[in-house]
């Protein structure tokens, strides 16, 4: 086979290859790449996995794991080896190697190849001796199991725990507090409550991480960085009640559990075999209910009684932004487990039997983990009270009563309604007093029934099934309720005329050349305490959108955005920045914050004005025949204009909208309503019949309360006007802001647009934020034409500034993008968007591709 051939046989395998499939391909490549040490350690695992039989269900030998014996015996010191890469399930078999290919990569990232490599051997071996002499050590002692001393270690996840705190040290403020709380929670948790002897192995490993992470980043100097202790606060409280919830989870998945916490796992169980087995002897009240709960048991049932559980993981959602309403439930249900077990306590309900053996220690353990546990959390909930003040609006607290009564009435008639139809389901006839009792106890966990008498019960059809489930479908909708309560927000304060006058006091002393958004309805603004610094923002999903640069003095830049934050954050807001200029990057720099690219503006400079030479060719053309053709240009505003004028302006925005079929878009560009503002002006093409045939709206920006420029924002134009009318308009309002010796003509952003590279310009490396935004643009252009608008604007050779976004934390990209989606497009019908999908589907639009607004 010739050269040739070769060359043919491969052109034609590389258009046989699917594209989908050559990109996955260059991915994974790039991936291997940069993280080998994850990728090799996650294949070591599936092939050590598979070799033992670990990964097909098989059992796999204890002589291949570490422990007591293995720190007695030195002949097994290869098992120090084995126990680190050897899963013993295959659940851990798989959840091993998805750790390695997420958490170990991202350790690898920031340590790099080599001192990720030495900090799995490092925690990895200190965790081993360490841990197995402590099992040595307890191997004598009559509270500790024998089988939890004799326990075997065999567990790939040790290492990556290791790994990842370990890197911790060296990740920026914001991942290292976030890498150290998830999973020292996480760890903490499996060896509190499930109290397998691995947990503790990779809690040791965790521990020890810290130290190692600490002595590599002895020499690496810390960046001053800005984070409100409000939200540091917030987060830690509520991950301890997350712990609190997902424990005893754990523990009961765990088959009741180990640690030493995993007694409270008792209470949330379906029944409670130990006072089962004792009612076999002894007849007491408590056994009417643990035999019914024995009898009806279930998935529903079951779901039933981890509901406190459930309650306290979505307090601990709402804690995390402050949320009065989650304080309350994160309370409430402590409160009430604190009580109950106390009263269980002097009632004589929970006891146990012999002292000896342990027995007394395991007494003492279930009293902490019962008692100790919500009165733990109950005071630091109450110490941090302050931090919660995050409260919903009054109509959203209605909605919320009025979702979950209605849901407890039509649950509890349907619960009655069954009953009564299928009486025969039960062992004894119930009576109507016994189903209203039962209908009421059907919402309750059994764990707060504990002694209380049980009336009759079904035992099957249709009676059984409405007798499991029906609780649980109340407290499905009373959570779903609670959550769409923690998106409502109630907005502080205020005289809204007054706030508006305030706002547009300092925008006269100076702001930027898109500030002029911030007075736009649906924005609402920020003071600081001295009222002499504002933001304009609005809140859309939980997002606090910051719209344009601030309103203050340059020395006071870095101050007022931190302020603005605090401010966001107390009131459980993600704070976003949107569309600042590059002025501000260096405050965003110093306070850790990211940023990126959202669009470019493109302004022209007017005492450098001058429309000659060849590069003008574009403008000036229809410019002139423009006037030849009588066309005329009259600047005023909405105030001055005859009520035939506004009906024109209204007629041709109108035919606008309706030939696009498109949702119109807000935000940051502007519509009809806005063109009545008596500070915004008006620059309109009337043609020598006197019939208006475009029209332009401008918004002022001033410094030190003088006019220096003009900012376009509105852009339309009759669907039969000439060519050339808004080119027509733009050139003559840079020509009468010129005589007029203003400054600068903005001819506003073009979203999501890039401005071209300079000579010897070399474009930055592509990140996933840059190259999804890039997607999106791709995406909507046929749809907006943003990119066609930003090459119309280039004929007129402005200067561009970028326009950034800025924002905390990327884990919030998700939510931000969809805050800006919904800011630009709040109010598009179904029918808007059928339209939206149908065109980013079918292609370029004609009626898209112009630019022209």
Known sequence: MDGSTVDTVARSDERSTPAWALRWLSRTGVYVRRNPVAVGFGVLVLITSGMTGGLWGLEVSDTLGWGAASLLTPSMWWTMATSLVIPDSTVDAVLSVLLALTALAVAERILGSARTLISMAVTGVVALFVGAAVQVLLSGTPVVSAAATRATVLDPAIVIAGALMAASGLAGALWRRRIRIVALAIVGMFALYAGDVDSWYRLIAALTALALGLLFARDVPRRPWHRSSTRETRSLVATIVAVTGLGPIAALIAGGGRGPLSLVATSFAQFDQEIVNRCEAQYVRACDHQFALLVTRGVGPALLAIVPLVLLLVAAWGLRSGRRVAWMIAVGVNAALAILATVSVIFGEVFFADPVDGAAFEWALWVISTIGVPVGVLVTLIVTRHRFQVRAPWAAIRALWITTGTAFVMCTLVFLLVESLFPRAFSVQPRVADLFVEAVRRFIPPVFLQGIGEPPYPHRGAALVVYQWIGVAFWLIAVVAILRLYRATSRPVGAAGESATLYRSLLRRGGGTLSFIGTWRGNEQWFSDDLQAAVAYRVVNGVALAVADPLCVPSRAS???????????????????????????????????????????????????????????????????????????????????????????????????????????????????????????????????????????????????????????????????????????????????????????????????????????????????????????????????????????????????????????????????????????????????????????????????????
Do not use: C
């Open 559 to 853: 101050d007022t955005l931190r302020e603005f934050a605090e401010f966001a954050i107390g009131r459980g807001w993600t704070p976003v920045f949107y569309s600042i200029h590059d002025d501000y990057l260096p405050a965003f720099a110093d306070m850790g914050w990211h940023v990126a690219s959202v669009g470019e503006e493109t302004v022209m400079h007017l005492p450098e004005l001058e429309m000659v030479g060849k590069p003008w060719q574009k403008v000036r053309y229809p410019l002139h025949r423009a006037e030849r053709e009588g066309m005329t240009a009259e600047w005023t505003s909405w105030r001055a204009l005859t009520p035939a004028m506004t009906s024109q302006i209204a007629a041709i925005s109108e035919q606008w909208v309706t030939d696009r079929e498109l949702p119109e878009m807000g935000f940051t560009l502007g519509g009809m309503e806005e063109l009545t503002d008596p500070d915004v002006a008006l620059l309109l093409a009337v043609d020598a019949d006197g019939r208006l045939r475009a029209v332009t709206s401008w918004m002022p920006s001033w410094r030190d309360g003088v006019l220096v420029g003009w900012t376009l924002d509105f852009m339309r134009r009759e669907a039969d006007a000439p060519n050339g009318v808004i080119e027509f308009l733009i050139a003559k309002a840079a020509l009468l802001m010129k005589e007029q010796g203003l400054e600068v003509l903005s001819l506003s952003g073009a979203p999501l647009a890039e401005k071209p590279l300079a000579d010897g310009e070399v474009a930055p490396d592509p990140t996933m934020l840059s190259s999804f935004l890039a997607w999106l643009g791709g995406v909507l252009e046929p749809v907006y034409g943003f990119a066609s608008l930003f090459r119309f604007k280039s004929k007129f050779h402005p200067a561009y500034r970028t326009l950034y976004m800025a924002f905390a934390d990327p884990v919030s990209l998700p939510a931000i993008g969809s805050a800006v989606a919904r800011a630009y497009v709040p109010d598009a019908s179904p029918r808007e968007y059928v339209a939206l999908v149908r065109n980013l589907l079918s292609g370029p639009s004609p009626t898209t591709t112009g630019g022209h607004r």
